[in-house]
């Protein structure tokens, strides 16, 4: 219960003051979204260049370094690639980014990810057209840093074992 009292209050002052009006339904909505991070959540990887760790003379761009995330170990095993890609997609942290992780991915492509089907081993990922945001993308070692950390997140999943990828639908 003091839980949700924290809850209402944390809403009402980030969202407006004046009246909470809250129903049943409301409480049971407000205890399903309590999450303990240490029982409730399993870790994955993303991954992302840095160069800190590949060495400044190494020029093989598609080596890419883990972090790791949390997702809620109620998601699905068919949908933890889904839930992969879009904590990729997010970026590096602001911690990461000062021990040397860069990507391409940020607040800017949070929703690139369309759909992600797999079947027989194979992950068809289907973005939107990043070319706006992330202009340097099709670049030669960009690119291949950019599929690297797509690939390689997706790898960590027993079910795939090849990514193939698609802008707006398009291979």
């Given at each position: 219960?003091?839980?949700?009292?924290v809850?209402?209050?944390?809403?009402?002052?980030?969202?407006?003051?004046?009246?909470?009006?809250?129903?049943?339904?409301?409480?049971?909505?407000?205890?399903?979204?309590?999450?303990?991070?240490?029982?409730d959540?399993?870790?994955i990887?993303?991954?992302?260049?840095?160069?800190?760790?590949?060495?400044a003379?190494?020029?093989?761009?598609?080596?890419?370094?883990p972090?790791?995330?949390?997702?809620?170990k109620?998601?699905?095993?068919d949908?933890?690639?889904?839930?992969?890609?879009?904590?990729?997609?997010?970026?590096?942290?602001?911690?990461?980014?000062?021990?040397?992780?860069?990507?391409?991915?940020?607040?800017?492509?949070r929703?690139?990810?369309?759909?992600?089907?797999?079947?027989?081993?194979?992950?068809?990922?289907n973005?939107?057209?990043?070319?706006?945001?992330?202009?340097?993308?099709?670049?030669s070692?960009?690119?291949?840093?950019?599929?690297?950390?797509?690939q390689?997140?997706?790898?960590?999943?027993?079910?795939?074992?090849?990514?193939?990828?698609?802008?707006?639908?398009?291979?």
């Amino acid at each position: 219960m003091k839980k949700i009292f924290v809850f209402l209050i944390i809403t009402t002052v980030f969202f407006g003051c004046g009246k909470v009006q809250t129903t049943e339904e409301d409480t049971v909505n407000a205890e399903k979204i309590t999450v303990d991070i240490e029982t409730d959540t399993n870790v994955i990887s993303v991954y992302y260049s840095n160069e800190t760790l590949a060495g400044a003379q190494n020029t093989d761009c598609s080596i890419v370094f883990p972090v790791q995330r949390r997702i809620l170990k109620t998601t699905l095993s068919d949908d933890q690639p889904m839930a992969a890609l879009e904590k990729l997609f997010l970026g590096p942290t602001p911690d990461e980014i000062a021990h040397g992780y860069t990507s391409f991915f940020s607040y800017f492509t949070r929703d690139a990810v369309k759909s992600i089907t797999v079947k027989e081993g194979t992950a068809y990922v289907n973005l939107t057209d990043l070319r706006e945001v992330i202009p340097n993308a099709s670049a030669s070692c960009e690119g291949t840093a950019f599929l690297s950390s797509m690939q390689r997140t997706l790898w960590q999943f027993p079910q795939v074992t090849r990514v193939l990828f698609a802008l707006e639908g398009d291979p």
